[in-house]
């Protein structure tokens, strides 16, 4: 089996067990969360929560293109937006950072 096919693979497991929902340009996915942090930033009127987290998707779940930086995603029912898009070209798993919606 070439290492592709077995990153995948155990991906594809990691997913079916510890899978989250989330949803893309009226696509739903299946993601991995990879990070999460969660820090507090000064705003006007104080201070205000700022979610960093990182997802691992199978490259295969998006049919035509690959999300950008920018774009919005949902996750878990939360709306973050995409601030780096990460990819190997011989990987077969995308990452995408995220956070708040506001920054």
């Known amino acids: 089996m070439e290492l592709e096919s077995e990153i995948l693979s155990d991906l594809r497991q990691l997913l079916s067990e510890h899978g989250v929902k989330a949803r893309w340009q009226n696509i739903d996915l299946l ?7 969660r820090e507090q930033q000064i705003d006007m009127g104080g201070f205000v929560e700022s979610p960093d987290l990182s997802l691992r ?7 035509s293109t690959l999300p950008k930086t920018g774009e919005r995603i949902e996750v878990d029912g939360t709306e973050y937006r995409i ?4 990819s190997h070209p011989r990987s077969p798993i995308l990452t995408l950072s995220l956070s708040t919606t506001d920054e």
């Open 31 to 37: 993601v991995l969360v990879s990070r999460v942090k």
């Open 57 to 63: 998707v199978p490259k295969l779940a998006f049919p």
């Open 83 to 86: 601030s780096q898009v990460s």
